[in-house]
């Protein structure tokens, strides 16, 4: 079973994901889409005198679905979710070896379910964990520029676009986020802190004036 996947590789490719192209090009659509369920039901078949219905169906479902969250491209999934069936078993073999009283069987379905559990948590693309730095980053970006904009604008009023505010000014005009964001101006050299209180550098009115301009706020 596994010879002739590699060898029809490329036809079970196109075959899952497009097979009205497949049949435009004259290929033998019906007779393809038979071998590849006849594989299909062999590996199930077998699997299931081997281990039964549950690992069974826990090995079909999990490795493909973790190795689904690393990568976008059908070769390198593939090869992940044979990867992670592997380590599934072998990892459930050797931990019901090494604790007494723990099956095979139900031990490698853990296994592979917190394979599952880490990919959707920690895969780079879609991983929650990483999702969430995202979005705690954008928010953090959105703050930022809310506060630049908001000193560019308060220091205009006065004719001077470096004209210093303290940090209770800029909260009674509705920047609330300055107290914990005003840092991140001065890290990247777009404010300056002197006597206490906070005005823009030249480049962070360029900045402001950039994002003013770009209709970001």
Same mark, same amino acid.
């Given at each position: 079973? =596994?010879?002739?996947?590699?060898? *029809? ?15 435009? !090009? ?5 007779? @393809? ?6 594989? &299909? $039901? ?6 299931? !005198?081997?281990?039964? $219905? $549950? ?8 490795? /493909? ?7 976008? !491209? ?8 044979? @990867? ?5 078993? &072998? ?29 959707? @948590? ?9 999702? %969430? ?5 954008? %928010? ?17 009023? %006065? *004719? ?8 209770? =000014? ?29 005005? +823009? ?6 900045? /402001?004036?950039? +994002?003013? *301009?770009?209709?970001?706020?």
């Amino acid at each position: 079973a =596994t010879l002739a996947v590699l060898l *029809a590789w490329k036809e079970f490719k196109l075959l899952s994901f497009d097979p009205e192209f497949m049949a435009v !090009q004259g290929w033998p659509v019906r007779w @393809l889409d038979i071998l590849l369920t006849t594989l &299909i $039901v062999v590996a199930i078949v077998i699997g299931l !005198q081997t281990v039964g $219905v $549950v690992l069974m169906s826990a090995l079909l479902v999990a490795p /493909a679905a973790a190795a689904r969250q690393w990568s976008n !491209q059908l070769g390198p999934v593939a090869a992940l979710a044979a @990867l992670g069936g592997a380590l599934s078993g &072998i990892g459930g073999a050797v931990l019901s070896g090494t604790i007494p009283r723990l099956s095979t069987g139900p031990t490698i379905v853990l296994v592979a379910s917190a394979l599952v559990l880490l990919s959707l @948590l920690l895969a780079p693309a879609r991983g929650l964990l990483w999702e %969430h730095l995202r979005h705690l980053r954008q %928010h953090r970006e959105v703050r930022v520029a809310q506060v630049l904009v908001g000193l560019y604008r308060l220091a205009s009023e %006065h *004719a001077d676009p470096t004209y210093p505010h303290d940090i209770a =000014t800029l909260d009674a005009v509705g920047l609330h986020a300055a107290g914990n964001t005003i840092g991140q101006l001065e890290r990247r050299g777009w404010a300056r802190r002197a006597n206490g209180k906070w005005g +823009l550098t030249a480049r962070g009115i360029d900045k /402001a004036r950039a +994002l003013e *301009a770009g209709g970001a706020l």
